[in-house]
């Protein structure tokens, strides 16, 4: 899920920023601890001042203003905002884990938090109670720190603002990553809670274009305040929302339907030592683009495509065998999911693979195999609903 928290003051003029988002993910706040030295003693520091009005503790600004201590206070409040980034995405994570629900990676950054799951369950109450975990522990952490900052003796006036400025840093995180902003948290809710009763790819296509609007009011924020966190956050929102969205419907279009439902059934071959010139020539004719490379006994080595032979001089067609400009091939079983397998090819980097079993190719699948059957489902779909 993904998560993020405005900005948050500090003691001497030292600022950090920061916002978090992920597919389970917690951006930062966009400021750390700030001191600013005051020509006059009377001058009272905003950032104490805030934590002061919100938690009813004094602090006597003086005291954090001497020496190192604005920046042992900059270190640790800096420790402390990603320990609660951190706890921030292991609680998304572990009502995944209850779920049975594999979690991939956990990842810090300059937005905030990102944790990773294998894949996302489409029952609504699941996602719900995934995405709202993350808010629930930043709640949390912030009363926990307002309850130390309640029995942290006077004098440790240091431990007492860092502590103070946790409580408000956390429950703002919270705050801020329940904003309906898909894919931050409050998104994924609004998406869990659309799905109660709607269709689950068309709760994604609305929750999407929410979290596509709060891309645009973050974008011109951070245009007229001159703040690149906050068009980082803009631009993180669009692409996300934007991409999840459209996987969605991928998905959703796909769904049913096996490797040997779309692919290219009993494709032509060509030899291994087959010239570029004599290929070319069969292109033309058949007009077929991916072809499974064989050798003299019919056994499949890899695929040849027409962006192969690109890189290929006219002057070298007649001398340069397919062998030198074939590629290896991901080889599937034609019962495998559409969705899976295209998924798998887009994450090895691949668009091409050949479909068989015990070395016999019944198949090929490239990219436009997937685009025509898109292309059918989505026509027939239209149909349908109109």
Avoid at 155 to 163: D, N
Avoid at 304 to 317: I, K, P, Y
Wanted: hydrophobic share 45%; charged share 15%; glycine share 8%.
């Amino acid at each position: 899920m993904h998560t993020s928290a405005r900005s948050h003051p500090s003691v001497r003029n030292c600022t950090h920023t920061s916002s978090t988002t992920a597919r389970f993910s917690t951006p930062l706040p966009r400021r750390r601890p700030t001191c600013h030295s005051a020509s006059s003693s009377s001058a009272r520091s905003k950032p104490a001042g805030l934590i002061e009005r919100l938690t009813g503790v004094g602090f006597d600004v003086p005291t954090l203003r001497a020496g190192a201590t604005p920046w042992l206070i900059g270190a640790g409040a800096a420790v402390g905002l990603f320990v609660g980034v951190t706890l921030h995405e292991l609680g998304h994570s572990w009502v995944a884990l209850r779920y049975g629900l594999e979690i991939e990676s956990i990842t810090l950054w300059i937005l905030g938090g990102i944790a990773a799951l294998t894949s996302v369950p489409r029952e609504w109450d699941r996602e719900f109670r995934i995405a709202i975990a993350g808010p629930v522990v930043s709640v949390l952490v912030g009363a926990g720190s307002y309850a130390i900052l309640l029995v942290v003796p006077v004098g440790l006036q240091a431990v007492q603002f860092v502590v103070g400025w946790l409580a408000i840093v956390n429950v703002t995180l919270a705050l801020f990553n329940l904003l309906p902003a898909f894919p931050m948290d409050g998104g994924r809710i609004l998406r869990a809670l659309l799905a109660r009763s709607r269709p689950y790819a068309v709760a994604t296509r609305i929750a999407a274009r929410v979290g596509v609007v709060f891309a645009f009011l973050f974008g011109v924020v951070g245009v007229l305040s001159f703040n690149l966190i906050m068009l980082l956050l803009a631009w993180f929102l669009y692409t996300a929302a934007t991409s999840e969205s459209r996987t969605v419907l991928t998905d959703e279009l796909l769904h049913g339907l096996s490797v040997g439902d779309i692919m290219t059934r009993d494709p032509k071959t060509v030899s291994v030592d087959t010239t570029v010139e004599a290929f070319v020539d069969r292109l033309v004719r058949e007009r077929q683009t991916v072809y499974p490379v064989v050798d003299a006994s019919g056994e499949p080595l890899g695929v040849v495509t027409l962006d192969d032979l690109r890189d290929v001089a006219a002057s070298e067609r007649a001398v340069t065998r397919i062998e030198t400009v074939m590629q290896d091939a991901t080889r599937i079983r034609s019962t495998a999911d559409a969705f899976e397998t295209l998924s798998m090819l887009q994450q090895s980097g691949t668009s091409v693979a050949l479909v068989g079993e015990n070395d016999v190719v019944t198949g090929v699948l490239s990219d436009a195999d997937f685009a025509h059957a898109l292309t059918i489902q989505r026509g027939f779909q239209s149909r349908i609903g109109g």
